[in-house]
């Protein structure tokens, strides 16, 4: 086996292994800690919550990623434009920035009241809240993307005829991609966990509300089991997003001296 070939089956493995190992750890303090399993139950009785309420996790699952995946696009769409305009112009990064950075200073949760009034209960509050943290992040690595053309590399383009526009086409928006992608992955799980707080306060379906009522019934186990489901819709959007940043933007992972 060729050493790179065993470097990367190494790497792809310590996620597992040290999964492995915290639920190991997790069995041993809740065995041993003599704290009651009605407060911190043991993987095993987190297993039992899984079996006993799939067809519930399930559905509760499902209407959290829809609202995530709500969220999460208008704050890609949103994000890129605006992104792009402050990037592109002195002018709008001296007018808008200011208000963004503000806007992103603002607590989610307080938000929240506002978004049941004007949208009542149910998935738009979620939607809109999975936007409001999915958002930030976008917008800033886009412009910063944008911001970090190299000056030659306009003076270049520029000696060879290139309009503004051209320039930020052919070379602004393709230098920003790896910025983008970074924020995307930021963004897509901040969406999991607006959702999540939304339908805690303002929602009837999803993995929030189910984790809620868990709890006022004491079933904590239950509440684990849904943490863990927030966890791995987290975990695989963060790995779609990176396996399309593989595809899109390889030539950045070569530029970092990647495999």
């Known amino acids: 086996m060729k050493p790179t070939l065993r470097k990367r089956i190494a790497l792809n493995s310590m996620p597992w292994l040290l999964s492995a190992l915290l639920i190991v750890c997790w069995q041993i303090v809740s065995t041993k800690s003599g704290i009651s399993h009605a407060i911190f ?42 992104g792009l305009a402050i990037g592109a112009s002195r002018a709008v990064y001296s007018g808008v920035y200011p208000l963004l950075v503000a806007f992103n200073a603002i607590p989610k949760v307080a938000l929240l009241p506002l978004f049941v009034l004007w949208c009542g209960i149910g998935v738009m509050p979620a939607v809109l809240t999975a936007f409001s943290l999915a958002f930030f992040p976008i917008v800033v690595n886009v412009a910063t993307g944008l911001a970090t053309i190299e000056p ?108």
């Open 152 to 259: 030659e590399m306009e003076d270049v383009m520029r000696a060879l005829g290139a309009r503004r526009d051209e320039i930020l086409l052919k070379v602004g928006i393709p230098r920003s991609l790896p910025y983008l992608f970074a924020s995307l992955k930021v963004a897509i799980t901040l969406a999991f966990v607006g959702s999540v707080i939304s339908e805690t306060v303002a929602s009837n379906e999803g993995i929030g509300v189910l984790m809620m009522a868990a709890s006022s019934r004491f079933e904590v186990s239950l509440v684990f089991a849904g943490l863990i489901v927030i966890a791995a819709l987290a975990v695989a959007a963060y790995g779609i997003c990176g396996l399309v940043e593989s595809r899109m933007a390889h030539w950045a992972f070569r530029a970092r001296g990647g495999e």
């Open 41 to 82: 139950p043991s993987p095993g009785e987190v297993l039992l919550a899984f079996r006993q309420y799939s067809s519930a996790l399930a559905e509760h699952a499902a209407h959290t990623v829809i609202t995530s995946l709500l969220g999460f696009l208008l704050a890609l769409i949103g994000g890129i434009l605006i």
